[in-house]
């Protein structure tokens, strides 16, 4: 068990990054998670829990602080009447269903190929946040039938093996089909309630190895979320504010530089240690 006095450092590190996580999900509509995974894993991993089944932990940790962010930033957003409960009920089966096979995925998977899946797709995530245009289309309405019956599942298995909300994914895919960026925003925050939910459920009953850090149940850090969870309550709704009063798309290539060095890094320490 790591001493107090080199926890606390962590504990620290830990509630800065849940306050900088939760500007992200209401500010740039790429959920706080991007940022939350690779923060716990070289948290955890700094403390002596590195092992096999460490990104497992990471992912449902993330996702379970998701839950509360997530709604959170709904309820804002509704009250400025930016959510869009038509996309949400009609998308959700789809999304839940992706979300469950995700689980049943990354519970068979090592730490060493989540990390290759998380650094390639945040990857993709950075470069379109980076070099992305507001006026793509690729088309004029949200989608229908078919590919909705695609698209929907895949937002949600995607989501989970990044263990994010429905931001990174959910938002472009708004944008690019027409719908205005506040507004996909403020509805991609209820596909991360509906990735969340499931999916942590189902994390709850994955059983982790011996070395795993204190407080976990399943695969959820007790701890890791309630100090995250904290900040985020407080910093969720600063995000939303500013989302509604500034142009974010300056700090949005900011943060794709950054996030393309995280998945870099992600996939170096991956494959060459």
Known sequence: ???LNDLLPMLVLLALIGGFAG????????????????AFFYV??????????????????????????????????????AVDWEILRT????????????????SQLRTQT????????ALCVGLYLGFGRS????????????KRAVLSPMVGFLSVLMGIGGGSFGVPLMTLHGRPIHKAVATAAGFGLLIAVPSVIAFLFVDIGQNRPPLTLGAVNLAA????????????????????AMDPKPLRRVFAVFLVLVALNMLRKALWG
């Open 225 to 244: 979320f309630g100090i995250v969870v904290t900040m985020t309550l407080i910093t969720a709704p600063w995000g939303v504010r500013l989302a509604h």
């Open 44 to 81: 955890l991993q700094s403390l002596g829990y590195g092992g096999p089944q460490l990104m497992q932990i990471c992912l449902a940790t993330s996702l379970a602080t998701i839950i509360v962010t997530s709604a959170r930033s709904v309820h804002a957003h509704n009250k400025k009447g």
């Open 1 to 3: 068990m790591p001493e």
């Open 23 to 38: 500007i992200l999900a209401g500010l740039l509509g790429v959920g706080g998670g991007i940022v939350l995974v690779p």
């Open 114 to 121: 989540l990390q290759v899946i998380f650094g390639g797709l």
């Open 135 to 146: 006026e793509w289309r690729l088309g004029e309405t949200m989608p229908r039938g078919l």
């Open 91 to 106: 998308w959700a089966p789809g999304i839940m269903l992706g979300a469950i096979l995700g689980v049943l995925l990354v």
